[in-house]
C-alpha cells in the first residue's frame, strides 16, 4: 500500500427534515447563493420547497440555475458562472443527483477564474485561488459527489467527458434525506446502484492485493446494494433501503476504500465515452460495461481477486475452482443488474450502431495507465463489441 | 434509524515516515506543544524520535509529559494541565496508544479551565471555550481515540473510570505509520484487536435492525480484525496486517458505524469497572466480558442478530437452526480471542477474589437504559460471575 493523507471533512445531516439543519451552515459563509437543479423532480419530491423554506429561514436570499441535465454540460457551468458573477452569489446550493452537483462544483471553481471555465476543466484543476463554498442536498443515492472532491462535465461539442477536481470542491455539509429519494425511479433506482458499485469495483480490483480493511469495507459497499438495491427498486418508499443506499454510497467513492491503493479506473472511462458520443445514462452504461470488462480481463493475474470477489460478496461456495468462482461471480454480478431492470446490452440503450467504437477506443487508448489491468485500443474495442 | 449529523474533520497521515508531513499542521495552529506519551516503547520502535525530529524541522519547541499509563489517570491530566499553563504551550501531540491521546485530550479540555479538571471530566464535557488542538502519533491500533471526540480517564482514588466527550477533542490530524506497532507484543497486540471488536459489537448489537449500511460496514472491521489480527499476533512486523488493523480501529468507533443508531454501549462499562477496581488491561477485560455478554443476553428477542452476525461474519451456514448459528457464533468469538493469546477468565487476568463484584455491578446499575438488552445489577453478577 501506498502512503497517503485522506480527509473527509464534509458534515453529513441525516434523515427526513434534516436539510433545516443546513441553513446555520451556509447562513456562516453566504448571504446569497445559487441554487441549481435539474428538472422538476426536486418540485415533486418535496427537496426544492424545502430547501426555499430553510434559505428563506435563514435570510439567504438566492438565485437559480435549472435544467441542468444529467451528464451535465459545460454550458450549464457557463450559465451558473454567469448568474454568480452577476448577482455576486457567494456560495453553491447543489440540490439533485450527481449533476446538480458536479455543475455545482464546477461553477464554484471559476466564477472567480478569469479564463474559459472550459480550459480549467481541461487542466482538471481549478485555476483560481478563490473557489466558492458548495453544499448539497442529495435527492439520489449514486454518485457520490456530495461527498467527494470531483466533478466530471461534458462538452458534447468536442465529444469530451472529463473531471475537474479540488479539495476546495468537497462540499461543506450535505443533506441526506431518504424521502426525497423516494420520487426517484426504478430504472434511475437501479442505474444509481449500478454506479454505486462501479465505484466500489474500480477501486476494490486494484494491483494492490494487500489492503485488507480497505476491500473488507468495498465489499461492504456491495453487499449492501445488492441487498437493499432490490428492496428501493421495488418499494420505492421503504425509507431503510433508501436510506442504506443514500448512506454508502459516498463512503466508497470519498477515499475510504481506495486511500493508498493504486486504482486507476476503468470502465468508468468506457462509460464516458458513450455518454460523451451517446448520452446515456451513465449507471446504466456502467452496468453494461462492467461484466463485459470482468470477463474480458479475468486470467490467471485476476482470478484470485475475482474469486474473493465471489466468495466474499456472492457467497459462492470456497471449495470450488477459482475460475469457476470467478465466472459465478461475474454471472452473478450480470444477473443482479439485470434482475433491478437493467439493460445489459448497448442496443438496449439505443445504441444501434458501431460506427464510433473505434474513435471511442482510440480517444482512451492511454487512459488506462494505472489500471487494474491495462486495456488498449483492442481491448477496449473488444468490451465494445461484447456489449454491444 | 434516528436521524443524524456526522463529520469526521480529523486528516490521516497513513504510511511509513508520514509523521514528517503532520508538520506543517502543528505549526500552523501552535509555536510550543506538549508531547504525551506513556513509557520507553515509543523510543524503541522509533516513534519518539521521528516526532522529536519533526517539531524540530518545524521550528516548534516542546515540553513532555511522560509516564502516562493504561487507563489513563487524572494526576497525569494536572500534570499535563500544569505543564502547558507554566510554559505557555499552545497545543498538544500525543504519541502513543489511545491511553496517550485521551490523556492528552482531557488536558487540552482544561488547560484554560479555572475549575478542576476532574469535574470537568465528571460533567462529560470541557467547561471552558478554549480547548486546545490535538495531534496524535497512535502507535497501537486499538482505541480508535485518534479520530473520534472522546477520552477515558480514570480515577482510581474514587474507583472511578469515566470519558469526557467534544468534537474539539477530535483530533486535527493522526499520523498512523504501521511500523510503530511493529514493537507492540503479542498480548497489547492481540487486547488491540479485542478492544476494536468490542467497539464494533457495541454498535453493531443494538434495537436498530434496519440500518443495514451501517452493519455491513461493522462487519467489515470485524472480519478485518479475524483475518488479520492473527498474522499481526504471529509475525509482529507484517506490515499489511498492522496496516490493516490501523486503518480499521477509528472506523468502528468514529460514527461511521453508529450514527443514527441506539447504542447504548454493554460491555464497554463492565470493563470500565474492571479496569477502575483492578486496573486491568482493557482489551483484555473487554475479550472476557464479551463472550459471557452474548450468552447472557441471547434470547428470542436477540437471537436473529445474533444469527446474522455468524453467517456475515463466522461464515456459519445459514441454513442451520438460528440458535445453533447464534451459540456458535458466540463460541467462536470466544474461541478467537482465545486463539490469539488472551486469556479468558478474570482469574487468568489476575483478579482472584469476587468481593468487589456487588459493588462494582452496583455502580452501573442504571448504566444500561439505551443498551440493546438493559442489565440490571443481577445481570452485570451474572456475567462477572461467568467470566470469573
Given at each position: 500500500m501506498y502512503n497517503f493523507a485522506l480527509q473527509m471533512p464534509t458534515k453529513l445531516y441525516f434523515g427526513k427534515g434534516q436539510v433545516f439543519e443546513m441553513g446555520k451552515d451556509i447562513a456562516a459563509c453566504a448571504k446569497k447563493v445559487l441554487m441549481v437543479y435539474g428538472g422538476g423532480s426536486i418540485k415533486r419530491n418535496g427537496a426544492y420547497d424545502d430547501a426555499c423554506k430553510m434559505l428563506e429561514e435563514n435570510g439567504i436570499q438566492w438565485c437559480e440555475l435549472s435544467g441542468v441535465r444529467s451528464n451535465p454540460r459545460i454550458e450549464s457551468v457557463y450559465e451558473g458562472i454567469r448568474l454568480c458573477r452577476e448577482n455576486g452569489l457567494e456560495a453553491i446550493l447543489a440540490v439533485g443527483g450527481g449533476s446538480s452537483i458536479d455543475c455545482s462544483k464546477a461553477i464554484a471553481a471559476n466564477v472567480h477564474y478569469d479564463g474559459d471555465a472550459w480550459d480549467a476543466i481541461m487542466k482538471h484543476a481549478?485555476?483560481?485561488d478563490k473557489v466558492l463554498p458548495v453544499f448539497t442536498v442529495i435527492t439520489?443515492?449514486?454518485?457520490?459527489?456530495?461527498?467527494?472532491r470531483n466533478a466530471v462535465i461534458s462538452n458534447l461539442e468536442l465529444n469530451i467527458k472529463t473531471a475537474i477536481m479540488d479539495d476546495?470542491?468537497?462540499?461543506v455539509a450535505t443533506v441526506m434525506d431518504p424521502t426525497y429519494s423516494y420520487s426517484v425511479n426504478a430504472f434511475y433506482t437501479a442505474a444509481g446502484i449500478a454506479d454505486i458499485m462501479s465505484h466500489t469495483f474500480e477501486n476494490y480490483f486494484?494491483?494492490?492485493?494487500?489492503a485488507y480493511a480497505h476491500d473488507r469495507l468495498a465489499e461492504a459497499g456491495l453487499l449492501t446494494c445488492i441487498q437493499q438495491g432490490p428492496v428501493a427498486v421495488k418499494e420505492p418508499e421503504n425509507y431503510a433501503a433508501r436510506a442504506a443506499l443514500m448512506y454508502i454510497s459516498p463512503w466508497v467513492i470519498n477515499?475510504?476504500?481506495?486511500?493508498g491503493k493504486s486504482c486507476g479506473w476503468s470502465c468508468h472511462p468506457i462509460e464516458h465515452e458513450l455518454s460523451a458520443y451517446y448520452d446515456v445514462c451513465h449507471g446504466a452504461g456502467l452496468a453494461i460495461v462492467t461484466p463485459a470488462w470482468m470477463r474480458h480481463i479475468l486470467s490467471d493475474a485476476t482470478v484470485d481477486k475475482f474469486a474473493e470477489y465471489g466468495v466474499n460478496v456472492w457467497r459462492i461456495d470456497p471449495s470450488l475452482d477459482r475460475y469457476e468462482i470467478a465466472n459465478r461471480a461475474i454471472d452473478c454480478t450480470e444477473e443482479f443488474f439485470r434482475s433491478i431492470g437493467l439493460p445489459m446490452t448497448l442496443r438496449e440503450l439505443?445504441?444501434?450502431?458501431?460506427?464510433k467504437f473505434e474513435e471511442m477506443a482510440q480517444n482512451i487508448d492511454n487512459a488506462f495507465g494505472n489500471a487494474y489491468v491495462v486495456l488498449h485500443k483492442e481491448d477496449v474495442l473488444q468490451i465494445l463489441e461484447a456489449c454491444f
Open positions: 481549478p485555476q483560481t439520489l443515492a449514486a454518485t457520490g459527489s456530495e461527498m467527494n476546495r470542491l468537497t462540499p486494484s494491483k494492490e492485493t494487500d477515499g475510504l476504500t481506495r486511500a439505443g445504441i444501434t450502431e458501431k460506427d
